[in-house]
């Protein structure tokens, strides 16, 4: 069973300061790696995916890949209340089909001002 | 605008009925999926589609049905053979020549059984 594990929070950090959030994953030969924010009540808004070893940076946002330790995490900068939200990892899934994904159960992020 | 609609927002089903739940885009993917959520709980998949008239069982498939007659729809029924089928359920879709991993998603349907 091919799984995506992510610490369930919640995560509470400071307007401003940089919050950290951290994902595993089982299946050795995934290839891609994405970033889900799920406000309360609402469907998942993609906002990052990497596909490749290192760190892939976009506005406020970082993802950070190292597929030998089979980890990636998102780091969000300046973090505002509005950040606020369930952080899902989502990874494709192995076995000829790169349109499965797997979903990690989220993190609760919660910014306080 | 192009995107994904998903309809209704909320339905109420009594035990014993079949329910079907609608996932329209205009998006132009070839790829389309259906998801439940549970509280607290990750997406788990339930049918998922990568051309009209084909689609294929994903991990919880158990009383759900699908058809997928134009590229452009995925309706979703729930029948009375599920037996826990309160959940927040989400359409996606991708698109194949793009790479096709990058899912993006619909509102959703929240369906509670009364």
């Known amino acids: 069973q091919k799984e995506v594990e992510q610490n369930s929070g919640p995560l509470s950090v400071p307007e401003g300061a940089i919050a950290s959030l951290n994902c595993t994953y089982s299946?050795?030969?995934?290839?891609?790696f994405f970033w889900y924010r799920q406000y309360s009540g609402k469907s998942p808004e993609l906002i990052m995916s990497?596909?490749?070893?290192g760190d892939k940076e976009d506005g406020r946002f970082t993802a950070q890949l190292n597929k030998a330790s089979q980890y990636v995490s998102l780091l969000i900068r300046d973090s505002q209340p509005s950040d606020s939200a369930t952080y899902l990892c989502a990874v494709t899934s192995s076995g000829g089909s790169n349109y499965k994904l797997t979903f990690g159960k989220g993190t609760l992020l919660t910014v306080n001002p | 605008d192009g995107g994904i609609t998903q309809s209704p927002k909320y339905l109420f089903r009594k035990e014993g009925q079949n329910v079907t739940l609608s996932c329209e885009q205009n998006?132009?993917?070839?790829?389309m999926y259906w998801y439940r959520q549970d509280p607290g709980q990750g997406l788990r998949l339930i049918y998922y589609s990568q051309i009209v008239n084909d689609f294929q069982k994903g991990d919880i498939a158990e009383g759900y049905s699908v058809s997928r007659e134009k590229k452009e729809s995925f309706p979703l029924t729930v029948t009375s053979a599920q037996k826990n089928p309160t959940a927040f359920y989400l359409c996606a879709s991708s698109d194949r020549l793009a790479g096709g991993s990058q899912q993006f998603f619909g509102p959703g349907t929240r369906l509670t059984v009364l």
């Open positions: 990497i596909y490749s070893n």
């Open positions: 998006l132009n993917h070839d790829a």
């Open positions: 299946d050795r030969v995934s290839q891609s």
